[in-house]
């Protein structure tokens, strides 16, 4: 019997590499499609054809779940080198008050997404939000006005492929804004480097702050922990928002039509107890939280924390390009967002935890090496400093010998497999 080779974007999900994008769904639709696997996460299943082989091939240079080159990106300091450029930052929030009451903090991505295209500097926004038909998952949607925008306000603690959306962005009329977590953007960018068609089509990427996405279990979980009936029909899940950084919160509907509201629960709770404990492995093994290729990064200001869960919220703003700088600053003078200038080194202060997670990457990638695990071939990725300067002694061994056990315990030698079947439907748990 001929020996069948694994198509190499099988491969990267087989391998726990895949971040779940969805770019390479998003350049051979025909070929890749995402599905939504409980356990693994949303992850591209490829044709079984050798027209799908073919697509394949080629989708793997748009994968940065792969690797992804940092070497790239202009770096002038040795905090350009642990962050990524950081041209400017700014502290502030969306001078639309409801933006910024809806929005994950000051609403400032959301402020600066509706700046694209009352400006006209783009046709419309990719971004996601909450799929209709079963809010658990998430649905990429490319938006062209305000109500749009608003309703996907907030943070999803879910799995995302907003990069699903790259054919339509490369061939749609207008310019188009792309909202993204880190790795979305990075594969963008990767994408865009390759494309220049695509790269005239990118307007601005905006990078979302990330601590990593939990699986759909995680998600159930959290519906249990906030007392949802198992019969129910869920109509909306709030992760974040209404409120800095604002309550988890569940709305659905009984079998008799009444509608009700969820207990809600503190992000800290939801987040500390639940739901960061089903990140995925790639989550625990990437360095870049920030979004070090995007246009520019938006996230928490934990350096100045709210007094209470429901507090008006505060964005911290980084300018990664010029051009991400000229939209900042053109978005300033228009009185779309209120904002402070900050020193370039606000990020280690405001999220000082993602130097201690960036260093521990090191040790875990380590670890994967020793037991012969693939790791994902990222180039000029600054990550043995942070390990060798910032950690502990005891840190430093924890990150290797705690991803030795992860290894072993979670039998990660063991390839992931992703079925159609294995697609959740509907909104039952």
Known sequence: MPHVQTDPITHVVASQMCTGCGACAGLVPDFITMVDDPLNGRRPVV??????????????????????????LPARDQLDQTWGPVLAAWEGHATDSEIRHRGSSGGAGTALALFMLQSGKAGGVAHITANKQDPRLNQSVISSDRDGLLAAAGSRYAQASPAELLGRIRNSDDPIAFIGKPCDVASMAKAA???????????????????????????????????????????????RGEGWPGLMQASYTMPDGSAHDSLGIPYAEGWGRILQAERRWRCRICADHTGEFADISVGDPWHNPPEGDLDDGQSLIIARTAKGERIIRAAIEAGVINTTPASRDVIARAQPNLLDTRGAVWGRRLAMRLTGLPVPNDKGLSTFRPWMTHLSLKAKLQSVAGALKRIFRLKLHRKVTIRSDDICRGSAR
Do not use: W
């Open 47 to 72: 044709q079984q054809s050798s027209d799908g082989q073919s697509a394949s091939q080629k989708a793997i240079s748009v994968c940065a779940g792969a690797g992804a080159n940092h070497s790239e």
């Open 193 to 239: 480097s390759i494309d220049p068609v695509l790269a005239d089509h990118l307007a601005v990427t905006i990078a979302i702050f990330c601590a990593g996405a939990p699986n759909l279990n995680a998600t159930d979980k959290l519906l249990d922990r906030l007392e949802v009936p198992i019969e129910a029909k869920l109509t909306d899940l709030r992760y």
